[in-house]
């Protein structure tokens, strides 16, 4: 069996890759869209990528996106940045070192040591394309060189909870009010689904598609639905490996009761239900990734003596 210490690095490896890879991308798009549209306020739109990541800043305070580089792309002490995913990562990595394959590690080391420590908006673009290229590497290698043993679920089980909460917080930042083309252009380009939908779709973005697609599309690897039945399946291999099983009576694994049950809520619901009273529903989504990491400890990385 695979030592708790090794599965709780690979697990957050996993988690602060696709942190730092999401992060790049949703600032991309909407630092991007400032220099789109002379309409929009520079403070209000700071403001909303702030809260996006949880962080409050007072209404009064006039924000810019220098700010928001510092703070969110090169702040290597704050994990929510893009450098202080990739450091921790790192961190984590050099702990993990056993068994992560030598591309793995050294893709996460130049990536890290290669971010630039200071970023001016004129570059912001250069440095989020190298972000998000760079982690698609580290990604692409570790599908491509390591195992599908416990080190690998670990890690892929840590990017899928991660890549389900950022959805969730872009989600729960939307205004669903706001259904013009634009928006919801916007709302699809910041999760990487733009270019899927309309393949999928073949036509005119429609709000209410585009929510559906982002959220219940089975076979669109950053939809929620998928992400969350990808959770279930690792699950339930690394229970087979430490000898638990789904039998007649259900799991008793609590990760793969909570990842079932939001699972199903969201796949047996209809948009209209979801939708309802969707800041809520996207804050109990958020909620679902905490709780499955805290099950998690206490089966596998902090497990009761």
Known sequence: MMLSRIADSMFWIGRYVERADQTARILDVGLQSLTEDPDLGVSDSCRALYEIFGIQRPAEEQLTVQEVLEDLVTDRANPSSVAGALQAARENARGAREVLSTEVWESINATTLGLPRQL???????????????????????????????AWLFLRIGQLLERVDMLARVLQGHDLENTTDASTVLLLRTCSAHEAYIRSYRGRVRASR?????????????SAAYCLMEVDEALDTLAKLHGSTFDRM??????????GRAAASLRFRSLEDLVADFEEEMEQLQMVTGAVTRALGATYFHPAS
Not at 250 to 259: A, D, Y
Request: charged share 25%; hydrophobic share 40%.
């Open 120 to 150: 001016w908006p004129s570059r912001m673009h250069g440095a989020f394309q190298y972000a998000t290229d760079r982690c698609a590497v580290v990604t692409g290698l570790i599908d491509s060189s390591m195992t599908r043993d416990e």
């Open 210 to 222: 585009a929510i559906e697609f982002l959220l219940l599309d089975s076979i669109f690897p950053r």
């Open 250 to 259: 259900g799991t008793e694994e609590p990760g793969r009761r909570i990842v």
